[in-house]
């Protein structure tokens, strides 16, 4: 684990401690009993604020500024399939337990904290440091399209099963078009889709706009940090960890796996581009899978102590994978 590595991470639990603290001396006010059982706690505001403005205003930009001519695909697809691949898998064992009889957007939820890695404020100072430029620019592309292909294919899955789960559900095709409607008309998924036609008219973003989303967007990785924090001190921990430390687990050792085994035996990726799309496959979980989890009002305490959790346990899983890939 590299110097710099390691210096962010200590960066990461100091700005989560801090969001600890504030939420602890209820400083943003106290969480009441309506707002846990579903009001407007303090956690919960700040994380629609981070939903509806500074998440948007980052991914509209992405997508608008992408050049999609640019991209190495071989090396994304075998990221994104074996991704993919374990996001539905985990998606339909939820479902099979009964995850969507009670907590329609559980299954969903549960698949998401599995697969998003924090692949801005960890992956980019551990591709920078181990890899080096050449490195760095692979991973920055896995990020171009990271947050957009995760957050839009759960967003589907998580509207299909919300529509299903409502009691005035009128068959599949009532269903269908209350789930295309609630997809589109999205803070996720909306800002993607007018990036793209953006994207597509070939015209730059005008300074000023490009000015105003890049300030919004920067918003998006402090507020989520000090976030993580606040949500620990207003729901605590879970009660048992067991279903926590499952999700890890599959976090921080079944996905790198995965992509490992794909990518270099099912697309015949070898040296940097494999190592690369490996070690983004085993970071933590992201901060990202809280603002989802909040948003659809559904384990937020067992996403909160999965991020901690797979964070702590990634200096220690991290310098594993990185003696697998210098073995290959």
């Not at 697809?77 to 939820?94: D, E, G, K």
């Not at 099963?161 to 997809?183: E, I, K, M, Q």
């Not at 690369?276 to 996403?303: C, D, H, K, W």
Request: charged fraction near 10%.
């Amino acid at each position: 684990m590299s110097g710099l590595v390691f210096q962010k991470l200590l960066a990461i639990f100091i700005a989560v401690g801090i969001g600890w603290f504030v939420g602890r001396m209820r400083w943003l006010g106290e969480a009441t009993e309506a707002g846990a059982a579903g009001g407007n706690d303090p956690a919960r505001i700040l994380s629609n604020v981070a939903f509806y403005i500074f998440v948007p205003a980052l991914l509209f930009r992405t997508t608008a500024r992408l050049d999609l001519t640019q991209l190495p695909w071989l090396t994304l697809a075998a990221f994104f399939v074996p991704v993919l691949i374990l996001l539905l898998l985990v998606y339909a064992l939820q479902r099979w337990r009964g995850g969507n009889s009670t907590e329609p957007a559980r299954p969903s939820v549960q698949a998401i904290t599995t697969t998003f890695g924090n692949t801005l404020q960890i992956g980019v100072p551990l591709a920078a440091g181990v890899f080096g430029e050449a490195g760095l620019a692979i991973h920055i592309t896995v990020i171009s399209l990271h947050a957009l292909t995760l957050l839009t294919v759960l967003t589907l899955l998580v509207e299909l099963d919300l529509a299903r789960a409502r009691p005035d559900a009128r068959g599949l095709l009532a269903t269908l078009r209350s789930t295309v409607r609630n997809t589109v008309i999205h803070p996720v998924v909306l800002p993607v889709l007018a990036g793209m036609g953006w994207n597509a008219t070939g015209l730059p973003l005008p300074v000023v706009l490009d000015e105003v989303l890049q300030m919004l967007g920067t918003a998006v990785v402090p507020l989520c940090l000090t976030l993580i924090g606040m949500s620990l001190a207003y729901y605590g921990w879970p009660k048992t960890w067991r279903r926590v430390m499952g999700l890890v687990a599959c976090k921080l050792l079944v996905l790198p796996l995965l992509v490992l085994l794909v990518g270099h035996w099912g697309f015949g990726l070898s040296g940097m581009p494999l190592a690369v799309i490996v070690m983004a496959a085993a970071l933590p979980t992201g901060s990202n899978a809280l603002i989802f989890a909040q948003r659809y009002r559904t384990q937020e305490a067992e996403t909160t102590a999965a991020i901690v959790a797979s964070t702590l346990l990634f200096v220690v899983t991290a310098p594993l994978f990185l003696a697998l890939l210098a073995a290959l």
